[in-house]
């Protein structure tokens, strides 16, 4: 009778060991999972941002990033930001855009371009990191201007052309990483030799060009 209940002790033990040791390890495999799922992310947003200059001569085509001026309300003055056009789109898709952005914005009444002219809608992708923000944080608003392609006003079967861009941006603020925009203007139809400048006036600014690589 000694001998067995010693046994049954024994047993018992073994098995309060056992189960202990599996509980240790199921808790420490959970930790494991969630430090390495929170270290991942980080990883990736570190990646690095190249910039190529760019100029009127040599412009920058689609997906290329260049650099161009935006204005710090924190600091009150320009800083330089990486910029890249991602998508261009014109005609009837863009009319319906830019009909449909400027019915619910108060600062824009809309026009219809005539049967010459067409919008074009340039959607390009800036970065905010390192960029110095105040409490609210900042839009992807940059300025731009179109020119022709040696800088000054664009003539098209003898006439001048003067195109005024209209910043859609949505709204909606950000405090770092990539955050989109979109820039609107009015061109003539089958008209091509024009370029895109992103960044303020006098300040560092990215040139893209419709001819460069087939961008728009």
Do not use: H
């Amino acid at each position: 009778m000694k001998k067995l209940l010693a046994v049954l002790l024994i047993t018992t033990f073994s098995f309060m060991i056992c189960a202990c040791s599996e509980n240790k390890t199921e808790e420490n495999e959970e930790t494991s999972s969630v430090s390495s799922a929170s270290e991942n992310p980080e990883e990736s947003d570190k990646e690095e941002i190249r910039t190529t200059s760019s100029s009127l001569t040599s412009p920058l085509s689609l997906n290329e990033w260049g650099t161009a001026a935006k204005f710090s309300t924190k600091e009150q003055k320009y800083y330089n930001v990486p910029i890249r056009v991602i998508s261009v789109t014109n005609g009837k898709n863009a009319e319906k855009e830019v009909k449909a952005f400027m019915d619910e914005s108060p600062e824009y009444t809309y026009e219809k371009p005539d049967k010459n002219t067409e919008w074009v809608i340039a959607e390009y992708e800036l970065s905010l990191d390192g960029f110095p923000l105040d409490d609210e944080g900042a839009d992807a608003s940059v300025s731009a201007f179109v020119s022709s392609d040696d800088g000054g006003i664009i003539e098209y079967k003898g006439e001048k052309f003067s195109s005024v861009t209209v910043n859609m941006i949505d709204g909606n603020y950000s405090f770092e990483g990539l955050v989109k925009g979109r820039t609107a203007f009015k061109m003539p139809k089958n008209f091509s030799n024009y370029i895109v400048a992103f960044g303020e006036y006098g300040e560092t600014q990215a040139y893209f060009s419709k001819n460069t690589k087939n961008m728009f």
